[in-house]
């Protein structure tokens, strides 16, 4: 007895948990992980080379190639005591923490503190859902919806389009999930106004702006903002309202040293110039709000049109029918607001004027970014009105209104005729392409057709039929949206992520030194391991550093790439970068041969072989520069293209002199000495010099204005040399150089969150003290 009263009471949310359970189940009860390891030995080097095998879904490279590999990053220096705010390992050192999709503040990274590395990564990609699906849940019931419409809600929310194409990259799903839970503390506050109400707020807004995408999370605050401006003037209680605002700045407060990192970041990455008019939902794509598949799916590798990932927002054929219910049905605020609430956000997502309007102002992050994956808001605006659908439906049935559902019914079933009528007598489609919509309208349809069939079977006198109908109905939802969820998310064995390989096993710190890397491999390489490369991929890398690279083509600057930092392996002035920049070691692979896309090292008699295997060579640089030097001479160039002409140049000899854009302090002269790291780590590195004359000591790390150095512990200028590396006067002596990273306005920033979280903990003791004393 005492167990049915507990189901009794707790159902929905078992529900949602067994539903969670199902698509997790791979995990705990296969031990695979929620991470495309069978892609990342197929197709990336330098596993390709030795694996080969069928996999699920290669739509998600980005996570083989820079989520997993920065989390990585972050954890270990977090384990160091340094907060993770540089990356040695990619650009020739880039920032970290200033990448706001690395989520270094993410109190989520304690998961890698508990268990495995790939324990603690399914757990944070699990949880996603989970976590989406029991907010949505308490937002539901705040509402005063049924247990049956919020696990309807709560179900399409959590098993989303959006969640679930970007589940994999454990960042924007986290950005998201904290919307219902956001909504349902600033709902209770204008219902009975609490502290706990508030501090929901500001904890609820950090957290979203912590979790590693900065797009959603504004995107989340921008439909938080509507609704405590909606909600404090339907209800005219203007100082809940104001107190609401409040705490949202302090949400703000808490989030502003990831914003002052992000800010430096973006102000020099090539994102900061590079406006893009594009990447919205074309009209006809919103067929797969019925039918996700129609365009076929990256999973089955028939997709022929289209971003699936970019522009997935399925929420269920139920869900989609109960929405337009609710819209027609309820003249309710809440539906209101999030039926002009999804209209817009569709609107915005869609290639209307609204986003005309975005890209001719300029504006940083949404001017800069997919603007269709705005579509997360209209996802759960649409899961919000299919609760109310629902729960309209269970009032018109007890009324016996029948009139506005078959209304609905008919509409919709004209809808799908005339879709149907399309694609088999339109001449749009053809061929395959035909197959693969015919094929993959089915199941929409049948789904539809059986949601028209119970709705209308709902309105039966008889009590055992309404309730075999709901479940029935919530059945359904489950159904559609874990098939959905499970087609998409690849599990794969736990042994394929990033497994041990011998040339991974020699490329090792010990090995090469302080020496650079070059070959065709990437972060997945780089970061991962602790191999230092020169090329990355990274939307925020420095813009001056990828003009650089650039250079080694032909010697003129030119725009950088959007994310991609590639130096051309047959570039007029490739080597003498790859010199400059310490690339000791050259990995090719052996079966590439001499072609155009592997670096021409047989034409430089100074590259031996240093290690081989049956896959892969290493070629030694034996004229590669130290990564740092001591130089006795510079000039000086007026113009970034005269720096590049002057480094370039036959007769330059880039081993004594440097281009200088200012005169330094400290003018060098010939004679004798020598410069060595004696520490090295992302955010410091010290060196010890010895010279029998001023010198500039030169270091081909990235410079950027975090950077800061001082000799023998005073502050000296730090020079940019070489068009983007660092450079420092040394006078005559020994002393101790000092390069450390210390972010502008860092320090401020957090001193703030400081001030607003001491705000939020004072609130809190006070509170608990009053509600026990008082």
């Known amino acids: 007895m005492k167990i049915l009263k507990l189901f009794q009471k707790f159902w929905p949310v078992l529900i949602i948990g067994v539903v969670w359970f199902i698509f997790a189940s791979p995990y705990f009860l296969k031990g695979l992980a929620p991470f495309p390891s ?10 390709s080379a ?44 880039t920032q970290h923490a200033g990448n706001y999709q690395t989520a270094v503040f993410s109190p989520f990274n304690l998961l890698f503190f508990l268990t495995s590395e790939i324990d603690a990564w399914s757990l944070l990609v699990l949880l996603q859902p989970l976590l989406a699906g029991i907010f949505m849940y308490i937002f539901l019931r705040s509402l005063e919806r049924s247990e049956a419409a919020c696990v309807v809600g709560s179900t399409a929310f959590m098993f989303c389009g959006f969640l679930v194409v970007w589940m994999a990259y454990a960042t924007l799903g986290y950005a998201a999930l904290w919307l219902p839970l956001i909504l349902f503390a600033i709902h209770r506050q204008f219902v009975k106004p609490s502290w706990w109400h508030l501090l929901l707020v500001s904890v609820g807004l950090a957290l979203s702006f912590l979790s590693g995408h900065f797009q959603i999370s504004l995107y989340v605050s921008g439909l938080v903002l509507c609704y405590i401006f909606a909600k404090t003037i339907a209800t005219k209680q203007w100082r809940v309202g104001g107190m609401l605002l409040l705490f949202f700045a302090f949400g703000i407060g808490l989030s502003v040293p990831q914003f002052t990192l992000t800010f430096n970041a973006f102000e020099q990455s090539v994102r900061s110039t590079n406006f893009m008019k594009g990447e919205v939902i074309p009209w006809q794509y919103l067929i797969t709000l019925l039918a996700p598949d129609f365009f076929g799916n990256p999973v089955t590798r028939n997709d022929w049109f289209g971003h699936y990932a970019e522009w997935a927002g399925y929420i269920g054929v139920v869900p989609l029918f109960l929405a337009l219910y609710a819209i027609i049905r309820k003249k309710a605020f809440q539906v209101l607001f999030f039926a002009i609430a999804g209209i817009a956000t569709l609107a915005l997502a869609l290639p209307t004027p609204l986003n005309d309007l975005i890209y001719a102002l300029k504006i940083p992050v949404l001017g800069t970014s997919g603007a269709s994956r705005i579509i997360v808001l209209f996802s759960f605006c649409l899961a919000t009105l299919a609760s109310f659908g629902f729960d309209a439906f269970l009032s018109d049935r007890e009324n016996g209104r029948r009139k506005w559902l078959t209304g609905l019914a008919m509409g919709a079933f004209l809808v799908v005729a005339l879709l149907w009528a399309s694609v088999l007598l339109g001449s749009w489609l053809t061929g395959e392409n ?30 055992y039929i309404r309730l075999i109908v709901v479940g029935a109905l919530v059945g359904l939802v489950a159904f559609d949206m874990l098939r959905f969820a499970s087609k998409w998310m690849p599990f794969d064995p736990k042994g394929f992520v990033y497994p041990k390989q011998k040339l991974l096993e020699y490329l090792n710190p010990k090995q090469i030194g302080y020496y650079r890397v070059f070959g065709n491999i990437g972060n997945e390489v780089g970061t991962m391991f602790g191999v230092p490369l020169i090329e990355g991929y990274d939307a925020m890398y420095q813009g001056r550093y990828g003009e650089f690279i650039g250079t080694a083509a032909d010697g003129t600057i030119k725009s950088p ?38 670096f021409p090292f047989w034409k430089y008699p100074h590259y031996r072989s240093s290690y081989r295997d049956e896959h892969f060579e290493v070629l030694e640089n034996t004229q590669a520069y130290l990564r740092t030097f001591l130089a006795s001479s510079y000039i000086l ?72 150095v001082t000799v023998d512990g005073k502050i000296t200028p730090l ?56």
């Open 38 to 47: 069978k892609y990342l030995v197929t197709f990336f080097a330098p596993w």
């Open 50 to 93: 030795s694996y080969g095998m069928p996999l699920k879904n290669n739509a998600m490279p980005d996570v083989i190639t820079q989520i997993y590999p920065w989390k990585r990053l972050t954890i270990d220096t977090w384990r160091q005591g340094q907060i993770p705010l540089w990356n040695p390992y990619s650009f020739a050192g």
């Open 434 to 463: 035909k197959t693969i919509a015919m094929r993959n309208l089915l199941l929409p349809t049948a789904i539809l057709v059986i949601t028209i069939v119970l709705t209308q079977a709902g309105f039966s006198r008889k009590k």
């Open 561 to 598: 790439q959007r994310s991609v930092v590639l130096i051309d392996r047959q570039g007029r002035y490739t080597e003498d970068a790859l010199q400059l920049l310490g690339v000791r070691y050259v990995v090719h692979r052996i079966s590439d041969g001499q072609n155009v896309w592997a």
């Open 637 to 708: 160039a007026a113009s970034d293209q005269e720096v590049i002409d002057r480094l370039w140049s036959t007769d330059f000899f880039r081993k004594t002199t440097l281009v200088l854009e200012q005169e330094p302090e400290i003018k060098p002269a010939e004679g004798e000495g020598t410069s060595a790291i004696s520490k090295y780590s992302p955010t410091e590195v010290i060196i010890e010099v010895k010279t029998s004359a001023p010198k500039l000591l030169f270091l081909s790390d990235t410079y950027e204005k975090g950077w800061k």
């Open 719 to 774: 020079y940019r040399a070489d068009y983007a590396f660092r450079a420092v006067g040394v006078p005559t002596g020994e002393h101790i150089v000092r390069f450390f990273y210390d972010p502008p306005g860092f320090g401020i920033s957090l001193l703030l969150a400081g001030i607003s979280m001491m705000a939020l903990v004072v609130g809190s003791v006070k509170k608990i003290y009053e509600d026990r004393h008082l």
